[in-house]
Antibody, heavy 122, light 106 residues
Framework: QLQLQESGPGLVKPSDTLSLNCTVS??????????WAWIRQSPGKGLEWIGS???????YYNPSLESRVTISGDMSKRQISLRLTSVTATDTAVYFC??????????????WGQGTMVTVSS | DIQMTQSPSTLSASVGDRVTITCRAS??????VAWYQQKPGKAPKLLIY???SLESGVPSRFSGSGSGTEFTLTISSLQPDDFATYYC????????FGQGTKVEIK
C-alpha cells in the first residue's frame, strides 16, 4: 500500500519561508500520470487545498495562495516539496500531502499522509 | 471560488440511527463531489467520490447522492466507529472543502 510521509520544521518564524517534503513510499510521483497535492487544516479555516503537482511537472495553485506557493517534485528523492513564503500566524496549520485516486484532474484524494503540524511564531 | 456549505455543523445521534448530512455548492459542480471522514489526530479518509461512488473498502451503509449544487451523505445505520467529523469537497473548479459536520453521540 502506497504511503505518504510529510516532514519538515515544526516551527517557522513570521516572514520566513515554510518548507515541507512529502516522501512517496513507492516513488511513483514521476509515473502513472497522477496528481499530488498539498492540503492544510487549521482551526480557523478548516481544510484548504494549497495546490497540486502533475507527474509531468505542471502545477496548479489555490488563487488565494498562488503568489506565495511553490510545489515541486524531486524524482530521485521520491519527494514532493512545498514552499510557502512570507508566512504569518494564519499559516499555522497541519499540512497534509495527498494523492488523487486516478489520472483525471476531476478526482478525489484517496491517499493522505499523516500530516505535520507547523506553527508560525517568533 | 466555489464555496461549499455543510449542514448541520453538529449532529447528535444514537447507534442505529439514519444520519443525513447536506452540502450545498455556491455554483454548479456537476457531480464532482467527494465526502471524507476524519477522526481526531488523523488524516481525512475518502468515503464517496463523484457524488455517489463508494470508495473501495468503505462499508455500504455510507451512500452519497446529488448533482449540481445539492449533495447529501447518508449513513443508513450509525455504528460506533462512525462518530467523527465529515467533510464534503468539490473538485469541479480547483478544490474547496466544506466546513465539516461533527457527528457526536446523543
Amino acid at each position: 500500500q502506497l504511503q505518504l510521509q510529510e516532514s519538515g520544521p515544526g516551527l517557522v518564524k513570521p516572514s520566513d519561508t515554510l518548507s515541507l517534503n512529502c516522501t512517496v513510499s513507492d516513488g511513483s510521483i514521476s509515473s502513472n500520470s497522477l496528481y499530488w497535492a498539498w492540503i492544510r487544516q487549521s482551526p480557523g479555516k478548516g481544510l484548504e487545498w494549497i495546490g497540486s503537482l502533475y507527474y509531468s511537472g505542471s502545477t496548479y495553485y489555490n488563487p488565494s495562495l498562488e503568489s506565495r506557493v511553490t510545489i515541486s517534485g524531486d524524482m530521485s528523492k521520491r519527494q514532493i516539496s512545498l514552499r510557502l513564503t512570507s508566512v504569518t500566524a494564519t499559516d499555522t496549520a497541519v499540512y497534509f500531502c495527498a494523492r488523487q485516486r486516478t489520472t483525471s484532474w476531476f478526482d478525489a484524494f484517496d491517499i493522505w499522509g499523516q500530516g505535520t503540524m507547523v506553527t508560525v511564531s517568533s | 471560488d466555489i464555496q461549499m456549505t455543510q449542514s448541520p455543523s453538529t449532529l447528535s445521534a444514537s447507534v442505529g440511527d439514519r444520519v443525513t448530512i447536506t452540502c450545498r455548492a455556491s455554483q454548479s459542480v456537476s457531480r464532482w463531489v467527494a465526502w471524507y471522514q476524519q477522526k481526531p489526530g488523523k488524516a481525512p479518509k475518502l468515503l464517496i467520490y463523484k457524488a455517489s461512488s463508494l470508495e473501495s473498502g468503505v462499508p455500504s451503509r455510507f451512500s452519497g447522492s446529488g448533482s449540481g449544487t445539492e449533495f447529501t451523505l447518508t449513513i443508513s445505520s450509525l455504528q460506533p466507529d462512525d462518530f467523527a467529523t465529515y467533510y464534503c469537497q468539490q473538485y469541479n473548479s480547483y478544490r474547496t472543502f466544506g466546513q465539516g459536520t461533527k457527528v457526536e453521540i446523543k
